[in-house]
């Protein structure tokens, strides 16, 4: 690296040798991203990246995918509006019941294990209730059910389900976040014909 005498330069000449260094670093800059862009290309295409359900993605990716999952979850369900009435007991008991039918297996239940199909899920679902349910709004939750979260297992209900159905099992997940065992298993015994 040449040293510099800026006593004897001109204010053109500095200007002139400053755009030369930054051109050089966006150039080095270039270069490593090119270098950085064949690598990863190199690496998913030669199948190095483990894509099984039993091995956790790197942090680094577990990260940028949560971040950019809360933020689209966010910025989807802030439009929404609540149109039923939250504290109807109706529509908690038809959510109960959707929750019965369509998630425990995944998600389980205070005293009610997920399924073993529910289990081996990759990232593993959210356990209801458990703290990751506090993160989420009453709107949140609807539109998570409604449109699923791609590469979870989250499916989308909402092109096979009526949006009553799935504002009923919102309602229900919004309403019980501190439900206890004893509380779930009343709400079996009374609900529920056959469960075991």
């Known amino acids: 690296m040449e040293s510099m ?28 991203t090119a270098v950085f862009i ?3 290309v190199f ?3 030669f199948g190095l990246y483990d894509v099984s359900a039993t091995r956790p993605h790197p942090t680094i990716v577990n990260m940028i995918f949560h971040s950019i999952t809360e933020r689209s979850i966010q910025r989807n369900s802030a439009a929404l ?5 939250v504290d109807d007991g109706k529509i908690y008991v038809k959510g109960f019941r959707e929750y019965e039918e369509m998630c425990v297996q995944c998600h389980g239940a205070p005293g009610v294990e997920p399924s073993p199909s529910g289990k081996g899920l990759f990232p593993e679902p959210p356990r209801f209730p458990e703290e990751e349910l506090y993160e989420y709004s009453l709107k949140d939750i609807f539109w998570v059910t409604k449109n699923g979260i791609k590469m979870t297992g989250m499916p989308a209900y909402g092109p096979t389900l009526k949006d009553e159905r799935i504002w009923a099992v919102a309602i229900f997940l919004d309403k019980s976040r501190n439900l206890s065992e004893a509380e779930y298993k009343k709400l079996r015994d009374k609900y529920l014909k056959n469960h075991h």
């Open 5 to 32: 005498d800026l006593g004897t330069w001109s204010e053109s000449e500095l200007l002139t040798k400053a755009l030369l260094m930054i051109e050089k670093a966006f150039k080095r800059k270039k270069l490593l």
């Open 81 to 85: 509006t609540v149109p039923y009435d």
């Open 43 to 45: 690496y998913f295409l």
């Open 38 to 40: 064949v690598a990863a």
